[in-house]
């Protein structure tokens, strides 16, 4: 089975701090994503990976970077942490062909203080 | 943007009844795929549903989908207090030549003993 593991299931941290978000995926898949999940507004999807050190914006980038220079990992930077960043942040990977399921890990919540 | 819209917002029924969650879409779809979040966790993938298909069974779940409505259902059969969650379904569009999936806002599924 597919195992998504994000670094840590809680996480508090205080306003202008540069968080981060650490994924890892085991079964070599291609493509990583990161959405954040809010009540009322469902998963957004902020930044994804297709490759290792490629990266491309999703719907909702602004205020966060990513960083993927192994193909297992993929991590998502706060670069200087607002309390509106308070949220749950999940982490997904697929296989790069067509037809194929996201597999997700089991998401961060992060408050911002 | 929103894709996917499930009905209803949430569902409460009895141990043992059937479950339908019915999903609509705007633009067309290369697939439709449902998963399922427990709470505070991530979502997991249930069952993916092509283009060119009409229906599809994994054990007690059943998915339609009619493209000329765009829409799908899902029915989860004989129903189980281990069921209750919240259910998505997500459309597959292409972003940048990656795999993008939108998701509704999801259907939240009580099941009472």
């Known amino acids: 089975d597919v195992k998504v593991t994000q670094s840590s299931r809680y996480l508090v941290k205080r306003t202008g701090e540069k968080v981060f978000l650490e994924c890892v995926q085991d079964m070599d898949h291609e493509n990583m994503f990161w959405y954040r999940q809010d009540p009322g507004l469902g998963l957004r999807l902020i930044y994804f990976?297709?490759?290792?050190?490629?990266?491309e914006k999703g719907d909702i980038p602004e205020g966060y970077s990513v960083s993927r220079e192994k193909k297992e990992r993929f991590s998502l930077i706060l670069e200087s942490a607002s309390t509106n960043q308070t949220s749950m942040y999940l982490c997904?990977?697929?296989?790069?062909?067509?037809?194929?399921?996201?597999?997700f890990g089991d998401g961060t919540r992060l408050s911002i203080l | 943007s929103q894709q996917g819209e499930e009905d209803p917002q949430a569902l409460s029924i009895q141990e043992g009844e059937n479950a339908t969650m019915n999903c609509s879409y705007k633009?067309?779809?290369?697939?439709l795929q449902w998963y399922r979040q427990n709470s505070g966790r991530g979502l997991v993938h249930l069952i993916l549903i092509r283009s060119n298909e009409r229906e599809k069974h994994s054990g007690r779940l059943r998915v339609t989908l009619d493209t000329s409505k765009k829409s799908s259902s899902l029915l989860i059969t004989a129903s189980r207090a281990a069921d209750t969650a919240s259910y998505f379904c997500a459309t597959l569009g292409l972003l940048r030549g990656a795999q993008k999936l939108v998701f509704g806002q999801g259907t939240r599924l009580t099941i009472n003993p």
């Open positions: 990976s297709y490759d290792v050190k490629m990266k």
């Open positions: 633009t067309s779809i290369n697939n």
């Open positions: 997904a990977s697929s296989l790069f062909r067509v037809n194929q399921p996201q597999h």
